[in-house]
């Protein structure tokens, strides 16, 4: 069991590599034009660009904190978690609300600034039980904080699936590409959905 559980962290770790690059490509020429998102230059584009990178940095960071290996040295393990949440979650999380509620839309910024608070609320929640060295409910919370992290993986998984599951009533292959806008926002809100409903559930199955 504990064998699977590790090379389980290590596949998410190299999906999250994988889809981390993905995700930070077009911002690395910190280019306006380059951004998936149609946005203004100037403010805009660099609260986008800061949640993009610091975002990166949770998403690698985060499996790490899952390894055996690692959790055993305590030291690497506080290390590698404050650096997680200081540099990744926190200002991911504080760029994320900005970002969501300028871009106009109702889903948008509902979809992303429920998930953004949770990650900062959940990730309080995994310091302060570690503070109090109870152990159980840190890892239970910081669970919950990657399941919110991974969402940069799941809701590209899921928009693709959404636009695929418009085939079978009619709507033609060709025209999927411009159905992709509309389905961004309803696939962010699903995958961190989805995802805090399997933490729940591997959190209960540990107990």
Known sequence: MGHRRTRT??????????????????YTSLDPGAS?????GGPYFALLATHVFTALVALVLGPLQFVPAVRARRRVHRVIGRCYLL???LPSALAAVPVALLSGRLVTQVGLTVPAVLWLVTGWLAYRAAARRDFVRHREWMMRNYALTFLAVTSRIVV????????????????????????????????????????????????
């Open 36 to 40: 998936r998102l149609a946005v203004p």
């Open 87 to 89: 540099a990744g979650v």
């Open 160 to 207: 693709p699936l959404l636009l695929v599951s418009q085939l079978p009533f009619g709507v033609p292959a060709g025209s999927l590409g411009t159905l992709a806008p509309s389905m961004i926002p309803v696939g962010q809100v699903l995958g961190w959905v989805i995802n805090l409903i399997v933490a729940e559930i591997l959190i209960r199955r540990g107990r």
């Open 9 to 26: 962290v290590w596949v998410m770790l190299a999906t999250a590599l994988v889809f981390g690059a993905v995700l930070v490509t077009p």
